[in-house]
């Protein structure tokens, strides 16, 4: 990676690296980190109807912000692009009081599920490495036959980009 230094005073310092961006510490103190760092949040926009005990795709249409336009709204799909650790929270809430599991896959294949005996909620929060081309998707399963989408603070997919690999 290439670094270039410029400090003069009335700039103050900038380092600018050749792929990651600009981190500033202007002459007052104050710092800006100006890079690619993906982060979003989405949301079902309604309830969601589900065959019970199906493991099925959230269709998380609505978005609270995507600083990159790196989530799909409309194949429910994270695609970083940007390689590194993310953080990954995600929350459902089923319409039975039975089971409720909630799962993120990454490329396609069950990363990682929380599941909640005895409850309609499920939520899962972990971190994962991403390379340039994984994606990642938010999977729901409930022995009742509906994702309740009117409970929207209950029912949510986000990724933040944590570091670099």
């Given at each position: 990676?290439?670094?270039?230094?410029?400090?003069?005073?009335?700039?103050?310092?900038?380092?600018?690296?050749?792929?990651?961006?600009?981190?500033?510490?202007?002459?007052?103190?104050?710092?800006?980190?100006?890079?690619?760092?993906?982060?979003?949040?989405?949301?079902?926009?309604?309830?969601q109807s589900?065959?019970?005990?199906?493991?099925?795709?959230?269709?998380?249409?609505?978005?609270?912000?995507?600083?990159?336009?790196?989530?799909?709204?409309?194949?429910?799909?994270?695609?970083?692009?940007?390689?590194?650790?993310?953080?990954?929270?995600?929350?459902?809430?089923?319409?039975?009081?039975?089971?409720?599991?909630?799962?993120?896959?990454?490329?396609?294949?069950?990363?990682?599920?929380?599941?909640?005996?005895?409850?309609?909620?499920?939520?899962?929060?972990?971190?994962?490495?991403?390379?340039?081309?994984?994606?990642?998707?938010?999977?729901?399963?409930?022995?009742?036959?509906?994702?309740n989408g009117?409970?929207?603070?209950?029912?949510?997919?986000?990724?933040?980009?944590?570091?670099?690999?």
């Amino acid at each position: 990676m290439t670094c270039k230094l410029n400090a003069d005073t009335s700039d103050g310092l900038k380092i600018v690296s050749d792929t990651s961006g600009i981190v500033e510490i202007q002459n007052n103190g104050t710092t800006i980190i100006t890079s690619s760092q993906p982060s979003f949040s989405a949301r079902l926009s309604s309830d969601q109807s589900v065959s019970a005990t199906v493991v099925t795709k959230m269709a998380f249409a609505t978005e609270e912000w995507d600083t990159n336009s790196k989530y799909d709204n409309s194949t429910y799909r994270f695609t970083p692009t940007v390689p590194g650790y993310y953080q990954f929270n995600l929350g459902m809430r089923g319409s039975s009081t039975t089971r409720a599991i909630i799962y993120l896959y990454k490329n396609g294949a069950v990363f990682a599920r929380n599941v909640a005996e005895g409850d309609q909620y499920a939520a899962l929060s972990v971190m994962a490495v991403a390379d340039a081309d994984d994606y990642f998707e938010a999977f729901g399963y409930t022995t009742g036959s509906t994702f309740n989408g009117s409970v929207t603070e209950d029912n949510y997919f986000q990724a933040h980009y944590i570091r670099s690999a």
